[in-house]
């Protein structure tokens, strides 16, 4: 009987632009990488700043010629109460709105997890959010040295491994395949 395949990271960072957003009701992270080093990060509240950060995304993939890939911090759907439900909803339908303006193919957004990321950086379980967000502040000030807000860490932890995430790899094949047909 064959073993399943299980999804492992990439030894190196994929070549490419990667732009996470890490969504949220009140206040988003956002962190721009490029061929796996953290370019740019920062925390976003209103429409303009997203629009903004979508171009700023886009307008780092083409001067550096790499393909760009927008990964979006997904919840599996687990909510603590309604409200927040329709707030994260609110905030990724405008994230989403955003990128969609720009040009790009929502059908090409890399959806990660936040448990997945999580786990693939060993940051272990933790008894609430709280925890969990104090933990992601306390490993961007270790690895990079910047001493940032909840969100914006867990922006960056969020592309650090989206940078070597399968998923990735799978998305670039998959744009790399849509360019070549609209080339043809």
């Known amino acids: 009987m064959k073993k399943p395949r299980t999804k492992t990271r990439a030894a190196f960072a994929h070549q490419c632009v990667v732009c996470f957003i890490d969504s949220d ?5 956002v962190s721009i990488w490029v061929g796996g080093k953290l370019h740019m990060h920062g925390a976003v ?3 303009t700043s997203r629009d903004m950060w979508v171009g700023r995304a886009r307008g ?3 001067g550096a010629g790499l393909p760009l890939v927008f990964a979006v911090e997904d919840t599996n759907g687990r909510f603590k109460t309604w409200m927040t439900a329709i707030g994260y909803g609110d905030a990724r339908g405008m994230w989403l709105q955003a990128i969609e303006a720009s040009g790009y193919r929502l059908d090409h957004i890399v959806w990660i997890p936040v448990n ?3 786990s693939r950086l060993g940051i272990g379980k933790h008894a ?3 925890a969990y967000k104090a933990a992601a502040m306390r490993r961007v000030k270790q690895e990079f040295g910047l001493t ?3 969100d914006e860490a867990e922006a960056i932890l969020g592309g650090k491994v989206a940078t070597l995430a399968p998923e990735t790899t799978e998305m670039l ?3 790399s395949r849509a360019r070549k047909k609209a080339a043809a």
């Not at 009701?25 to 992270?29: K, P």
């Open 25 to 29: 009701s009140d206040l988003s992270g």
């Open 45 to 47: 509240k209103t429409a």
């Open 60 to 62: 780092v993939a083409e």
């Open 116 to 118: 997945t990321w999580r």
């Open 128 to 130: 609430d959010r709280k």
């Open 148 to 150: 940032v807000g909840d």
């Open 173 to 175: 094949g998959k744009i």
